[in-house]
């Protein structure tokens, strides 16, 4: 009751229109989350889940990047911990599950070990990694590339979104700025429980499943300049159209990731989500298209 009641009250915050979901018939397509990173309904979302936190007696800590840690200690001082968790922002329209169902699954396992009486040897970190879907601040993992040393700190924190805020100052306008330091040598294993993204396990009326791999992501950002004209008088043969050229480009990406996963029998995937078309007028040829 309490896990299945932090999805639902989470699963309110971040809608443009509210609504209360409380099974699969009400979820709909159209009204999902926007749970930016950066923004009142992610602070909203995070403060939440800081009470549960404490209400059950968890050490809360918020690195400087705005990673949340809250540790149950262990019996055992030489044995490293087991962390758990993962993220509250949302992609653009999001699901209510994805990323809150690894964070509220990990809350809710230690209260169960609190309810039980269950003295853990080992200790216990639920995690809640900042800006891990790069919806605000255009890099996805930002918080976790920061922790594990792959993205300096400076840089991260100079990193503005389109509304020209830097994370710096979202972060601290928000309160989710600390100055704690996280020692990954510390952590023995980590685990994260996560809604399916995919069709499978759903088709074949499996209702959990072990991730064996992980997906390797590389994100391309494509500026594509041509020649603004009139649409009704330029003739075809003197068009430089970058429309036309950013339609090829989805064209072979489709293309290929097809050929690359019947070549390895792998799970190989393309996808072009993101096209903005300047001045986009229906009488217009494009003279610029960003794409990604």
Known sequence: KRWKEDLIRLGEMGRKNFQRVESQQQLDNDKGLYRIEGTPACTKSKKYVIERMKEIGLKVQIDRVGNIFARKDGTKTDKGSVMSGSHLDSVLNGGMFDGVLGVVSALEAVRRINDEGFENERPIEISVFMGEEGSAFKKVLLGSLVLVGKLDLAEALAMKD???????????????????????????????????????????????????????????????????????????????????????????????????????????????????????????????????
């Open 162 to 292: 389109d509304n020209g805020i830097s994370l710096k100052e979202a972060l601290d306008t928000y309160g989710l700025r600390g100055d704690f330091e996280m020692n990954l040598n510390d952590v023995e294993y980590f685990i994260e429980t996560h809604v399916e993204q995919g069709p499978l396990l759903d088709q074949e009326k499996i209702s959990i499943g072990v991730v064996e791999n992980i997906t390797g992501m590389l994100w391309i950002h494509a500026f594509l300049a041509g020649e603004e004209n009139h649409a009704g008088t330029t003739p075809m043969f003197t068009r430089r159209d970058p429309l036309i050229a950013a339609a090829e480009i989805v064209l072979l990406a489709n293309k290929l990731a097809k050929k690359m996963a019947k070549r390895s029998g792998g799970n190989t995937v393309a996808t072009v989500g993101q096209m903005v078309v300047d001045p986009g007028a229906p009488n217009i040829i494009p003279g610029r298209v960003r794409m990604g």
